[in-house]
């Protein structure tokens, strides 16, 4: 390898990113075909959680989405800005309450309709592989119980002289 080699064109990363960000992106096609513009796939399982559940913290959120009290933030915030959630303060001084607006609640039902047909899809795309979706990131999953995904970085990073 040479110094300005371009790495990002031999990437074992990237094809699988592509291929989440190309499912996305078919999603957000059948939200714009329903007049659905401007929803993001990638905001739907926070609306379903409220839905099914009701009002929550954002903490409470994040955590029954195994998701970062941080990261589940900054969604609710997006969320906020288009019109589906609204914050109130929480039963603290240092919590927000979120819960679904009257927009939100009425496309409740159609966004149930959308994960089911996206399950339904995964899983007849599933059966067309010999290898299924979920099996991979099981095994994944337990490989990375082995030994984090951090731990791997760390220790090729602590054998290049470029990283030190």
């Known amino acids: 390898m040479t110094e300005n080699e371009d790495l990002a064109q031999h990437s074992r990363w990237r ?6 960000d190309g499912m996305d992106s078919e999603i957000t096609r059948i939200y714009a075909e329903s007049d ?3 929803l993001r796939p990638s905001w739907v399982p926070e609306l ?3 839905h099914a559940r009701g009002p929550m913290t954002i903490a409470e ?7 970062t009290h941080s990261a589940c933030s900054q969604k609710v915030a ?3 800005s288009a019109g589906l959630v609204r914050t109130t303060p929480g039963p603290d001084a240092r919590s927000k309450l979120v819960r679904l607006t009257p927009r939100a609640q009425r496309l409740a039902g159609r ?3 959308e994960w089911r047909a996206t399950e339904a899809a995964v899983a007849e795309l599933e059966q067309e592989v010999p290898y299924p979706l979920g099996q991979v990131v099981e095994d994944l999953r337990q490989a990375l119980e082995r ?12 054998q290049d002289p470029a990283w030190g």
């Open 61 to 67: 959120l994040a955590q029954s989405l195994e998701r």
């Open 36 to 38: 659905l513009e401007g």
């Open 15 to 20: 094809p699988l990113r592509v291929l989440l």
């Open 48 to 50: 379903l959680r409220l």
């Open 78 to 80: 997006a969320l906020r």
């Open 111 to 113: 966004l149930q309709a």
């Open 147 to 158: 030994k984090s995904f951090h731990d791997r970085i760390a220790e090729r990073l602590a």
